[in-house]
């Protein structure tokens, strides 16, 4: 069936359909540069409210294993690839078709990806419908332009309930609260393998209630749209710091910005991909790192707040990828370091998380 990619202006990409479902899709497109991972890319929660692009000419061909998941959920809202393979996976048997029908998402192939990615960076994401219906063009773009991108989408993607992950190993060394934005699993797994009882809790729960559960430390959990839209959120945050450690990860990273009073700003078509270096400034080595967020802490903010102190930075923007509080103990990166591109450069933070709970610990009870 054929499938047709339509933008506000009207340009118009042309495709076929792969999978069975063929639905009207409007959402924004952003284009992702890895060469693999479609699995972990398809259930990440940060894609809610977003189609994807691949960059890389070929999608499929290693079939979908559920174990490399990011969720249990299909999180994008269709996928646009040059070309699919219709393979099924050794360890499942599954196909990416098979899973893709399951969750009622759209696949679409045959589609000049690179020519639509260049339009992408030219002038930034942009809203899109991905149709397999015969809608007149024109009233596609006129409901289009009417389409605005879901709020607080942050507050939906994670669990609305504590739900509690123990520990690798028993007993636990520390206990966490995952603030759940829209946690991925493997950031779960790298706590849990650090000796960590993980409790993940709503995005609207008040300072006071994690407080008086007594954790060690609070992750701020990657997560989809826009940190302003989550006011409470950063509020609460403000009312944490210097009371307990708090380590930040993408969107939490923006949200423990905005607490410490940076600016956040969107980006001109984000950064999606796992071929990211960026340069840890503290010790002067380079990480190659996984991203996937429209917005960014503005360097110009960190620079002019002598109480924060830039720590990691995107060498192909120079944009901001890590903070650390000077005095309170609260430290963030923009990328992902429970991801693999490099393939393990930036799994330290989870032992620096650690170490600095323990620090804070060992403070508390007066112990040097």
Same mark, same amino acid.
């Given at each position: 069936?054929?499938?047709?990619?339509?933008?506000?202006?009207?340009?118009?990409?042309?495709?076929?359909?792969?999978?069975?479902?063929? @639905?009207?899709?409007? +959402?924004?497109?952003?284009?992702?540069?890895?060469?693999?991972? *479609?699995?972990?890319?398809?259930?990440?929660?940060?894609?809610?409210?977003?189609?994807?692009?691949? =960059?890389?000419?070929? %999608?499929? #061909? *290693?079939?979908?294993? %559920?174990?490399?998941?990011?969720?249990?959920? +299909?999180?994008?809202?269709?996928?646009?690839?040059?070309?699919?393979?219709?393979?099924?996976?050794?360890?499942?048997?599954?196909?990416?078709? #098979?899973?893709?029908? !399951?969750?009622?998402?759209?696949?679409?192939?045959?589609?000049?990806?690179?020519?639509?990615? !260049? *339009?992408?960076? @030219?002038?930034?994401?942009?809203?899109?419908?991905?149709?397999?219906?015969?809608?007149?063009?024109?009233?596609?773009?006129?409901?289009?332009?009417?389409?605005?991108?879901?709020?607080?989408?942050?507050?939906?993607?994670?669990?609305? !309930?504590?739900?509690?992950? &123990?520990? #690798?190993?028993?007993?636990?060394?520390?206990?966490?609260?995952?603030?759940?934005?829209? &946690?991925?699993? #493997?950031?779960?797994?790298?706590?849990?393998?650090?000796?960590?009882?993980?409790?993940?809790?709503?995005?609207?729960? /008040? &300072?006071?209630?994690?407080?008086?559960? @007594?954790?060690?430390?609070?992750?701020?959990?990657?997560?989809?749209?826009?940190?302003?839209?989550?006011?409470?959120?950063?509020? =609460?945050?403000?009312? $944490?710091?210097?009371?307990? /450690?708090?380590?930040?990860?993408? $969107?939490?990273?923006?949200?423990?910005?905005?607490?410490?009073?940076?600016?956040?700003?969107?980006?001109?078509?984000?950064?999606?991909?796992?071929?990211? /270096?960026?340069?840890?400034? $503290?010790?002067?080595?380079?990480?190659?790192?996984?991203?996937?967020?429209?917005? &960014?802490?503005?360097?110009?903010?960190?620079?002019?707040?002598?109480?924060?102190?830039?720590?990691?930075?995107?060498?192909?923007? !120079?944009?901001?990828?890590?903070?650390?509080?000077?005095?309170?103990? %609260?430290?963030?990166?923009? *990328?992902?370091?429970? +991801?693999?591109?490099?393939?393990?450069?930036?799994?330290? $933070?989870? %032992?620096?998380?650690?170490?600095?709970?323990?620090?804070?610990?060992?403070?508390?009870?007066?112990?040097?």
């Amino acid at each position: 069936m054929q499938a047709r990619l339509i933008f506000e202006d009207g340009l118009t990409f042309y495709g076929t359909a792969f999978t069975q479902t063929q @639905n009207t899709v409007f +959402a924004e497109l952003v284009f992702n540069t890895a060469m693999t991972g *479609y699995e972990e890319i398809i259930t990440d929660p940060s894609y809610r409210g977003q189609m994807v692009v691949m =960059t890389y000419p070929m %999608a499929g #061909n *290693y079939g979908f294993n %559920a174990s490399h998941t990011e969720s249990n959920a +299909a999180c994008i809202e269709a996928l646009v690839v040059k070309t699919y393979v219709d393979m099924p996976s050794v360890a499942t048997g599954q196909t990416l078709k #098979n899973y893709l029908d !399951q969750h009622q998402i759209m696949g679409v192939e045959n589609m000049d990806t690179r020519a639509i990615v !260049q *339009y992408l960076r @030219n002038f930034g994401a942009k809203r899109a419908v991905l149709t397999a219906q015969n809608t007149p063009p024109n009233r596609l773009i006129e409901t289009l332009k009417q389409w605005s991108m879901p709020v607080n989408l942050a507050e939906t993607a994670g669990n609305t !309930q504590p739900r509690v992950f &123990a520990a #690798n190993s028993q007993p636990a060394h520390y206990r966490i609260a995952i603030i759940d934005t829209g &946690a991925k699993l #493997n950031i779960i797994n790298m706590l849990q393998q650090q000796g960590c009882n993980c409790t993940l809790l709503p995005p609207n729960i /008040p &300072a006071a209630a994690v407080l008086s559960g @007594n954790f060690n430390g609070i992750l701020l959990a990657n997560g989809p749209g826009d940190p302003h839209q989550l006011p409470q959120l950063v509020q =609460t945050i403000r009312q $944490l710091l210097g009371k307990i /450690p708090v380590f930040g990860i993408c $969107l939490g990273h923006q949200l423990l910005g905005l607490a410490l009073g940076l600016e956040v700003v969107k980006l001109k078509f984000g950064h999606h991909g796992a071929n990211h /270096p960026v340069k840890n400034l $503290l010790t002067g080595k380079v990480e190659i790192t996984s991203h996937n967020h429209n917005y &960014a802490i503005t360097l110009q903010s960190v620079q002019q707040c002598p109480q924060v102190q830039l720590t990691h930075l995107n060498l192909l923007d !120079q944009t901001v990828a890590g903070i650390k509080h000077r005095t309170m103990p %609260a430290f963030s990166v923009q *990328y992902h370091p429970e +991801a693999a591109p490099g393939p393990a450069d930036s799994h330290y $933070l989870f %032992a620096e998380f650690v170490n600095l709970m323990n620090e804070w610990r060992n403070s508390q009870l007066g112990v040097t």
